[in-house]
C-alpha cells in the first residue's frame, strides 16, 4: 500500500524565492497535516484540513506561508519569498477523521528537507 | 510557549541496558500521550500510547509511564538494541479522535553495540 508521498525530498533554493511542497495522502483519508521539524522546536503542527477544507492555520508563521488541498488526493505548501530561516523537514501526515490517535492511525510522509541560502 | 517539553536532546547507552527518554508537559487538558519514533529520512512512526486515565502501558520492550500530579511521561526500553537508535518525539492531545498533537522537541536515541 502506498503511504504519504512527497515531493521534492531535497530542495535548495535561494532567499527570496517561492518554494512549493507537494502531498498526497494515503487513499481513503480525510485529514491531512503539515508539520515543520526544527531543532528547537521539533515537530510544529502548521495547518490541517479536513475533507479538504482548512480547520487550523494557527501554526503558520506568517503570510509568506501558504496551503492548500484542492482535493482529496492533494495537497501543496507553499513558501514565497523564502528566507533561510525557513530551512527545515516538512512533513505531511494523514489520517482517516474520528479514528483515534492513541492507536497511531496518523501516517507520516518521508519529508521534503528544504534549505534556504 | 512549548507545551510538550524533551529536555534531553541525545542520549547514550549500552545494548542490553535500559533506556529511559522523559518528557514534562505543561497543559493539564492533555489526556492522551504517544510516543513517535523517527529513523534518518524517514517519517516518525507511531510507537505506544498511554490515556491519562492509566500510569503504565506495557508493549514488548516498550513501557510508557505517566505522572499525571508531575506532568511527565517517560518511555522505558529494555533491553535496548542496536536498532532502537532513532530521534523519539513525545506528543499530546486532547481526546483520541482530537486533531492536533502536539509534540515534543525530539531525543535522539544511540543504542551502542
Known amino acids: 500500500d502506498a503511504g504519504v508521498i512527497q515531493s521534492p525530498r531535497h530542495e535548495v533554493t535561494e532567499m527570496g524565492q517561492e518554494v512549493t511542497l507537494r502531498c498526497k495522502p494515503i487513499?481513503?483519508?480525510?485529514?491531512l497535516f503539515w508539520y515543520r521539524q526544527t531543532m528547537m522546536r521539533g515537530l510544529e503542527l502548521l495547518i490541517y484540513?479536513?475533507?479538504?477544507?482548512?480547520?487550523?492555520d494557527s501554526g503558520m508563521p506568517e503570510d509568506r506561508f501558504s496551503a492548500k488541498m484542492p482535493n482529496a488526493s492533494f495537497s501543496t505548501l507553499k513558501i514565497q519569498p523564502s528566507e533561510p530561516r525557513d530551512s527545515a523537514v516538512y512533513f505531511c501526515?494523514?489520517?482517516?477523521?474520528?479514528?483515534?490517535?492513541?492507536?497511531?492511525?496518523?501516517?507520516f510522509g518521508e519529508g521534503s528537507r528544504l534549505t534556504v541560502l | 510557549d512549548q507545551q510538550v517539553k524533551q529536555n534531553s536532546p541525545s542520549l547514550s547507552v549500552q545494548e542490553g541496558r535500559i533506556s529511559i527518554l522523559n518528557c514534562d508537559y505543561t497543559?493539564?487538558?492533555?489526556?492522551?500521550f504517544l510516543w513517535y519514533k523517527k529513523y534518518p529520512a524517514e517519517g516518525p512512526t507511531f510507537l505506544i500510547s498511554?490515556?491519562?486515565?492509566?500510569d503504565k502501558n506495557e508493549d514488548g520492550r516498550f513501557t510508557v509511564f505517566l505522572n499525571k500530579s508531575a506532568k511527565h511521561l517517560s518511555l522505558h526500553i529494555v533491553p535496548s538494541q542496536p536498532g532502537d537508535s532513532a530521534v523519539y518525539f513525545c506528543?499530546?492531545?486532547?481526546?483520541?479522535?482530537?486533531?492536533?498533537?502536539?509534540f515534543g522537541e525530539g531525543t535522539q536515541l544511540t543504542v551502542n553495540p
Open positions: 487513499s481513503g483519508h480525510n485529514s
Open positions: 484540513f479536513n475533507n479538504n477544507v482548512p480547520i487550523d
Open positions: 497543559n493539564s487538558m492533555f489526556d492522551y
Open positions: 501526515a494523514s489520517r482517516k477523521t474520528g479514528l483515534a490517535l492513541n492507536t497511531g492511525e496518523l501516517f
Open positions: 498511554i490515556s491519562s486515565i492509566k
Open positions: 506528543a499530546a492531545t486532547l481526546g483520541t479522535s482530537g486533531s492536533r498533537l502536539t
